[in-house]
């Protein structure tokens, strides 16, 4: 039973870094969740369509590059009035997604609340399809709305779960870095002491030195 005692308090010893950082970064992230502001995303589809039958791959080839446009001054600029914001602000809000086999871009907006966030994506959506629609006759494909934005039914941040799951994460870093510093310091060798004269060794006689220093004359 000793043995088991010593053995519990040896771990003790050595892991209570990391039993005390993982639920300290638990707690934090759970704060963080219980005080952030929520962010709400909302998603609005637009497909690419070519105007000669056949030509899936071009269609899919302007897809990713329309979806880059999203972004784009050109584009936020129109759609800034109608969703309530300036182009910079929407360019922090709005960003466009595509697929490397499909010719739809995914819209997605946030906001603070749903209808802001359905407003920042339907918004840039409608802009895009009437920018790329100006150059259809070069392009030889047309921007076409397949779906509006829903409003999203909870925020898609802050997550409990995921801020606890980081909250802990971090501190069990933050833990095995504090136990790794301790356990290298203790590994380190102390210095080697510089031994003291010996006191009780004998010293030389004085008529020994002064036969060595008449020696040394001669």
Do not use: C
Request: aromatic share 4%; proline share 9%.
């Amino acid at each position: 039973m000793s043995e088991l005692r010593q053995s519990a308090r040896q771990l003790a010893r050595r892991w209570w870094p990391v039993a005390l950082a993982v639920p300290l970064g638990a707690v934090a992230g759970a704060g963080y969740a219980t005080v952030a502001h929520p962010v709400y995303a909302a998603n609005s589809y637009v497909v690419v369509v070519p105007q000669n039958p056949g030509e899936s791959a071009t269609a899919v080839n302007f897809a990713q590059a329309y979806g880059r446009l999203a972004g784009q001054p050109q584009v936020l600029a129109a759609a800034a009035a109608e969703s309530g914001h300036s182009a910079t602000e929407l360019e922090a809000l709005v960003h466009g997604t595509t697929s490397p086999d499909a010719p739809v871009i995914e819209i997605t907006g946030t906001g603070t609340g749903p209808q802001a966030a359905v407003r920042a994506a339907d918004a840039v959506a409608r802009s895009l399809v009437a920018f790329a629609n100006t150059s259809s006759k070069e392009t030889g494909v047309r921007l076409v709305p397949l779906a509006a934005a829903a409003e999203p039914d909870k925020p898609t941040t802050p997550s409990a779960q995921l801020d606890l799951a980081v909250g802990g994460a971090a501190g069990l870093l933050v833990g095995a870095l504090v136990m790794m510093t301790r356990r290298r310091g203790e590994q380190q060798p102390a210095p080697a002491a510089v031994p003291a004269p010996d006191s009780t060794a004998p010293r030389p006689r004085a008529e020994d030195r002064d036969a060595a220093t008449a020696g040394s004359i001669r």
